[in-house]
């Protein structure tokens, strides 16, 4: 049964101040931008426990698995893993050692019970709203208890993970992802999001240009905000007004010492006048945009469920390239998608063509779970 935490002192919790013996940690990161950055958080939040990263899995005290749900095969490879976790951990108990095991991310949300129950070696099971309660599981865990926290949280979690800091064994680089949008209201067929990161939430702008400023002040020069759906993002400002990611972008160009500025992913029909403005005006704001459009063909994008149409996109990238003509623009591209006929492919396949209009450069294959559904990352950059 899944079970909350309180936010109170546990028997064993160090006491502020206290000296913590060092422990390492190993996290392996499976998936997309926003678990690099959950795994980064997550890291912060061990700090405080006494914990230091490692890069040799053999040397950690606690192996940490943040897991992606979308690729193909993912739970498998999951279990694969935990399997040869199991034999590490029955070796290091009897050397006498102690040696734990968590699954974090999507495949935790998901399958977070049946984890659980298939591999017993596993100590605790978290999802990516609850990850900051993570040293309050573990201590749990030391008592014997299996923990598994994948109920969405009442409270944010934001508010309780420790401000990015210079962690020992980790090296703060020049780029660095930010989180300022979770979740997903728009429910297209092919997509699990919804399902596994709950519904579309903001950060305040508040925390966020908080995060922004502590992580330029410890070197990074180029930030890259992430969101399920970026472009989603809205808050109030100062006056109580309500803003949007362009509002955001503004904000975070006023930073002293940030250089760059990126956001990913973006659905096309959260693209807004002020945010297409930010492309216009702010010579932070790189020149490339990730647009998803999935397919070219309106019957698709309907039983996509993606409520917009072909030409409604390609409205869209041309309102984009009018205040920007040097912008990169790359899409998702989704084919032998069920019940999708020659004639939809072919409308597909128009868009990686070289027209008058988008150019492809760079195209990649990759399978995924659906009727070897294959996705074509292309990006477009005007002639």
């Not at 992606?68 to 976790?85: D, F, M, N, T, W």
């Not at 699954?103 to 596993?122: F, K, L, S, Y």
């Not at 919804?194 to 330029?216: D, F, H, M, N």
């Amino acid at each position: 049964m899944t079970q909350d935490i309180a936010f109170f002192a546990t028997p064993g919790e160090p006491e502020e101040g206290a000296a913590v013996a060092e422990r390492k940690v190993f996290i392996k990161t499976y998936g997309c931008q926003m678990n690099v950055y959950d795994s980064g958080r997550m890291s912060d939040a061990l700090a405080a426990e006494g914990y230091v990263p490692t890069e040799d899995m053999d040397d950690a005290d606690l192996v940490l698995l943040n897991t992606c749900h979308i690729r193909e095969k993912a739970a498998e490879k999951v279990y694969s893993a935990l399997g040869r976790l199991r034999e590490t951990k029955k070796a290091r108990a009897a050397e006498g050692r102690e040696f734990m095991i968590g699954v974090a991310g999507c495949v935790a949300q998901a399958e977070g019970d049946e984890i659980a129950r298939r591999e017993p070696a596993v100590d605790v099971v978290i999802g990516p709203q609850t990850y900051h309660r993570l040293p309050q599981a573990l201590r749990r865990a030391r008592t014997g208890e299996r923990v598994v926290d994948t109920e969405y949280a009442l409270e944010d979690k934001f508010d309780h993970l420790p401000d990015p800091i210079e962690v020992k064994g980790r090296l703060r680089s020049v780029t660095a992802f930010l989180t300022v949008q979770e979740g997903c209201d728009k429910f297209c067929t092919f997509c699990v999001v919804p399902y596994t990161r709950g519904s579309e939430v903001s950060r305040s702008i508040t925390q966020i240009v908080s995060e922004a400023e502590k992580l330029v002040a410890t070197g990074v020069r180029e930030l890259t905000l992430l969101g399920q759906n970026v472009n989603a993002w809205h808050g109030t400002d100062a006056a109580g007004r309500a803003i949007g990611l362009g509002d955001l972008l503004y904000r975070l160009a006023e930073i002293p010492g940030l250089a760059r500025l990126r956001y990913t992913t973006s659905h096309p029909r959260d693209m807004d006048d002020r945010l297409i403005e930010a492309h216009r005006d702010l010579r932070i704001l790189m020149p490339y945009l990730h647009l998803p459009v999935q397919s070219g063909s309106d019957r698709i994008l309907k039983a996509m469920n993606r409520r917009h149409k072909a030409s409604e996109y390609i409205a869209l990238v041309e309102r984009i390239r009018a205040v920007r003509p040097d912008i990169a623009l790359s899409g998702d591209f989704i084919v032998g998608f069920p019940g999708e006929t020659e004639a939809d492919f072919e409308a597909t396949m128009i868009w990686s063509k070289p027209s008058a209009t988008p150019r492809p450069i760079r195209s990649n294959i990759r399978h995924g779970p659906a009727r070897r559904v294959r996705i074509f990352p292309i990006m477009w950059r005007k002639r």
